[in-house]
């Protein structure tokens, strides 16, 4: 499976930003899909993810009430809404895949996107 990310851009503190993950490959919905992201200096931290059917979502604890995966298996995409934004959500988010569910750790998906940068100013 083959994975673009993209909606990345700068927006102010409380604004909010949609990333969408545009997803390719006859198998893409036997995948898992998250969103990681990787700010400068920092380790890469998952956000949030979704089953391969969307009925399943879980999130990092500290995002769960601004961010919303969401999943459309007919245009094979995987959405992150995120609302509310902080500085500290400054970072470049990646949308990954993975054949097992409910993963948290990057070493546990297979194929990446390319990332894109959010940056939250003040």
């Known amino acids: 499976v083959q994975l673009q990310a993209s909606g990345g851009g700068l927006v102010q503190v409380g604004g909010s930003l949609r990333l969408s993950c545009a997803l390719s490959?006859?198998?893409?919905?036997?995948?898992?899909v998250a969103w990681f992201r990787q700010a400068p200096g920092k380790e890469r931290e998952f956000v949030a993810g979704t089953s391969p059917t969307g009925g399943s979502t879980w999130y990092l604890d500290s995002i769960k009430h601004r961010f919303t995966i969401s999943r459309d298996n007919i245009k094979n995409t995987v959405d992150l809404q995120m609302t509310n934004l902080e500085p500290e959500d400054t970072a470049v988010y990646y949308c990954a895949a993975s054949l097992k569910f409910f993963q948290t750790t990057a070493r546990e998906y297979d194929s990446w996107g390319q990332g894109t940068l959010v940056t939250v100013s003040s």
């Open positions: 490959g006859r198998t893409f919905s036997s995948y898992g």
